[in-house]
């Protein structure tokens, strides 16, 4: 087995240090940092207030470095106090976007459709949700168990209850979900 | 023994470590009764189904409440840093719990103090964990569905949400997105790529592909990726040789799909009923 080797020297973009795991919000101007900055601590969330990477640099000479997994939760919470970040990106390629393609299947009865790892069933007669798939992150079966067997307009939006970067890639197949029906 | 680490989707649901027992549509953990119909539940119980035919009975699983919000997955990282060290396992399966490098790589520091090293999988959130932290390679197995593939094969993706529009998610483009991982140290010792048809490969690139019986519905149907995860993780704990291990799961996993009839609406737990009939009938070719 080569788990033994587990800790030799690996490429420099994935040392340890390398931020994989976190992303960066962009605002407008610096008291919109700060504002965001008070809201996000006063809630117990772990952020740092950095300069942006140069290939997102708008002006503003601060952005705020927070856990990438967890935007959707976070972008909630600014919400609620009414914060707008211009740019959300992951702080190692901050040039990339979220996933803007779907799948769609049609099963007859039925109609899926996937972004990104998430897909979302419904039964089209009712638009009864019949399953969501896909997902790795822990609220996707928490989401599956709450909107599984309700219809689409019934059902708790996941943007509303979910948590992470899973949660927002079933908003978006939701919403094209809805869209197609 | 086979050890599953994961998280179950309620906030008030503690810390449990210890033994299952599967009973009807439930998994029973100490006091606490889980429903079986998704996440890591399922695959735990589709472990115990396969174990029941095999002719294993021990399990031991590590669970936390966790709706995504993080709070419970760090708790079980924390103890699984404290722990793992005098767990005796020949495989562990690491699952639902939320993407996090820096405790990742603690819990992989503490799996360096077993004694023996046991067979590492990691699926869902755990996979995506390893995958960013860069230690892919220290993992025997990854069961990525085409989603998660992609997400793999792209180097700069810190999640499947953020994969690349170049890098498509079509069952055609698999071959070149498995290339693609091995590439860039992306991709486990082995790879078990769910989808229409199911992919075992390695860095040398596809070895096997298996394709029968086929159900399309499955492909809408909740926890049938963690079925195949919980079959193959028994089967590897069990004695069976990784590679044989991952073709037999994923022939067992399409037949039980089989054998419960499926519509796009079908529960998994219907799926994972059938398991041992499925199970028997391939293994001991009944």
Known sequence: ??????????????????????????????????????????????????GPPPEIRTGCDLAIEFPLIEELNILRTL????????????????????????HVKDFGLYLMVRAANMKITIEKKTRLIVNISGGGCPDVPYLAQAMV????????????????????????????????? | MLTI???????????????????????????????????????????????????????????????????????????????????????ITFHYLQPDVDWHNRVLFAVKEMIIPPVLIADAGFMYAAKMSGQAMAYDLFTPDIGELA?????EAPHPFYTR????????????????????????????????????ADKHGIQATIDSPVEDSMEAIGGTGDTLTGIVSALIASGLAINNAMITAARVNRLAGQLASP????????????????????VNKK
């Not at chain 1, 101007?29 to 900055?37: C, Y």
């Not at chain 2, 693609?180 to 790879?191: G, K, V």
């Open chain 1, 79 to 102: 919400n609620k106090s009414e914060i707008e970040p211009l740019q959300i990106v992951p702080v190692s390629s901050p040039l990339l976007k979220p996933v803007d393609l779907f």
């Open chain 1, 1 to 50: 087995m080569s788990f033994w080797g587990f800790l030799k020297p690996k490429k420099e973009k994935k040392s340890l240090e390398s931020g994989q795991d976190r992303g960066i919000l962009v605002f407008e101007n610096t008291s919109e940092v700060i504002r965001a900055e008070n809201v996000l601590r006063s809630t117990g969330w772990k952020i740092r207030v950095m």
């Open chain 1, 149 to 181: 067997g309700k219809t689409i307009i019934e059902s708790p939006v996941p943007r509303e209850i979910g948590h992470t970067l899973c949660g927002y890639a079933l908003q978006l197949a939701y919403e094209e979900v809805v869209r197609q029906c």
């Open chain 2, 165 to 200: 529009g170049f890098i498509l998610q079509e069952e055609n483009r698999v071959p070149e997105q498995i290339a693609r991982a091995y590439e860039h140290d992306n991709a486990a010792r082995y790879l078990l790529v769910k989808g229409k048809k199911d992919y075992i």
């Open chain 2, 263 to 282: 519509t796009p609406a079908t529960q998994v737990k219907d799926i994972i009923n059938c398991i041992p009939e499925a199970l028997d009938k391939i």
């Open chain 2, 151 to 155: 997400f793999l094969a792209d180097e």
């Open chain 2, 5 to 91: 680490v994961g998280t179950v989707p309620d906030n008030d649901f503690p810390l449990v470590t210890g033994d299952v027992l599967l009973k009807g549509d439930t998994i029973g953990i100490q006091d606490k009764q889980i429903p079986i119909n998704r996440g890591t539940s399922a695959l735990i119980a589709a472990a115990v189904k396969t174990f029941e035919v095999v002719g294993k009975k021990e399990i031991t699983v590590y669970l936390i409440g966790d709706i995504g919000l993080g709070t419970g997955s760090r708790k079980l990282y924390e103890y699984l840093t404290e722990h793992l060290g005098q767990n005796d396992s020949n495989a």
